[in-house]
């Protein structure tokens, strides 16, 4: 078998391997942690920097294929990969998600809506901001994920101090929205320009992480289903994306559907795939990687998924305890997922559980049950 690089050993790495195993590959992960969640399964664990030209060129010489997991990969490293095999995402798809900015005048480009905002680099675009945009959030361009990174502001004084907060680095300001629901889609796309979706998800965040995902008929209203499948796959073409990339939406009060941002690679709230569809996000990541055919997944359940965060194992001490996961197992449909970090911490994502059922009320039922148990807030 073919061995399949993957820049990143997280657990979004280590599901991809789960998935290329499955299929007949071999895995390679370059990753400098040696406990990395990917690392841990693969045949070969690359343990340099993605910066480090040597162990690029080690993956390069290992692989049929790359792809990435990690959002924040410089797409330099990449490029250098690209010279020698072929590679999904592009680099330069990749640059654009990595810039709130850029990918911004992207959605711009492709006329799907997103929030109103402005570009800050210097204190002459800070001084100029428009007082439309307040209340807003002030969000770095680069490296935030799980809400780090962003400051909510009022008023232009909070606007300034929270500038100088994050360091005067390149920020876009966000006009603060009254969001009625949160969604995303994940949609597949071919070196051939194929390309396949999975089921609009519906996104509950708490503390700006994703803490639960529903899929079902009637998740969301039909109009903004569609648009947001119309809108998610233009947003694709528009890049000549290569591999899995997931649009996160908002839905405003007003039933308005609002491109948020993208992330270019599968997505924890495309998890579900795993146990309710009949192709799971990461085999598509598999598939468009290796030029192997892209089919339109089924969905084959009603399916909630809870992400299982390290706050979990602190509930009854201050040292970490693992849930009681055969109360949970014991329920119908219920499906474990746990990324085999070695120290659980708050906010961590350690895991996740994926339920399943032949009905919405059905899966809703189990979900809030399970949730019950474990202690996570109803929803
Ligand atoms: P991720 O981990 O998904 O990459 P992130 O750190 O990039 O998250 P965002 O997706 O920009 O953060 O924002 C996190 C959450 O904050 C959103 O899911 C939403 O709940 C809220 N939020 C962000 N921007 C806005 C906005 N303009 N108006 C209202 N709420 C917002
Ligand atoms: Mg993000
Ligand atoms: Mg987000």
């Known amino acids: 078998g073919a061995t ?34 990917a690392g841990l399964v693969s045949h070969h664990h690359v343990r340099t920097a993605y910066e480090d030209p040597q162990g690029l060129t080690e993956l390069a010489q290992l692989c049929a294929a790359v792809t990435t997991e990690f959002e ?13 095999l072929p590679v999904s995402p592009a ?20 006329g799907v809506p997103c929030a109103p905002y402005a570009v800050i680099e210097s ?10 945009l307040l209340p807003g959030i002030l969000k770095t361009a680069r490296m935030g994920y799980d809400g780090k990174g962003q400051i909510r502001v009022k008023t232009r004084a909070e606007l300034v101090a929270g500038w100088q907060e994050l360091g005067r680095v390149a920020c876009v300001l966000e006009k603060m929205l009254p969001l009625a629901h949160e969604c995303s ?27 639960v995902t529903e899929v079902y008929e009637g998740n969301l ?59 799971s996000q990461f085999e598509l990541q598999v598939r468009s990687m290796t030029n192997l055919p892209l089919v339109q997944p089924r969905q084959h359940s009603a399916t909630i998924m809870l992400n299982l965060l390290g706050d979990l194992w602190f509930k009854d001490s201050d040292t970490a ?26 906010a961590r994502k350690m895991g996740h ?27």
């Not at 998600?97 to 492709?110: I, L, P």
């Not at 051939?192 to 519906?202: A, E, F, K, M, S």
Request: glycine residues 8%; charged residues 15%.
């Open 185 to 211: 889609v994940i949609v597949a796309r071919g070196r051939d320009g194929t390309i396949v979706n999975l089921p609009v998800q519906r996104n509950l965040h708490r503390d700006g992480i994703l803490a």
């Open 353 to 379: 559980l994926n339920i399943t059922a032949a009905t919405p009320e059905q899966v809703r039922a189990t979900a809030l049950k399970a949730a019950g148990i474990l202690g996570i807030a109803a929803f």
């Open 123 to 132: 204190p002459e675009q800070l001084a100029a901001v428009n007082d439309a």
């Open 91 to 110: 680099g330069a798809s990749v640059a654009i998600a990595q810039d709130r900015a850029a990918e911004k005048a992207h959605f711009v480009k492709c």
């Open 321 to 346: 305890q693992a849930p009681a996961w055969d109360q949970i197992l014991a329920l119908p449909g219920c499906h474990l997922h746990l990324y085999g970090k070695v120290d659980a911490k708050r």
């Open 72 to 84: 924040n990969v410089p797409a330099g490293a990449l490029n250098q990969l690209a010279a020698s």
């Open 221 to 279: 209203p039909a109009t903004q289903v569609e648009q947001a499948i119309t809108a998610a796959k233009s947003v694709a073409i528009g890049l000549d994306y290569v591999g899995v990339l997931c649009v996160e939406f908002f839905v405003l009060d007003n039933g308005q559907l609002v491109v948020n941002e993208i992330a270019p690679r599968p997505h924890n709230s495309g998890h579900y795939s795993q146990n309710a569809m009949d192709v």
């Open 4 to 37: 399949l690089g993957v820049l990143g050993g997280g657990q979004l790495g280590r599901m991809f391997a789960h998935a290329a195993q499955a299929m007949g590959y071999f895995t390679a992960v370059l990753d400098q942690d040696a406990t990395s969640p």
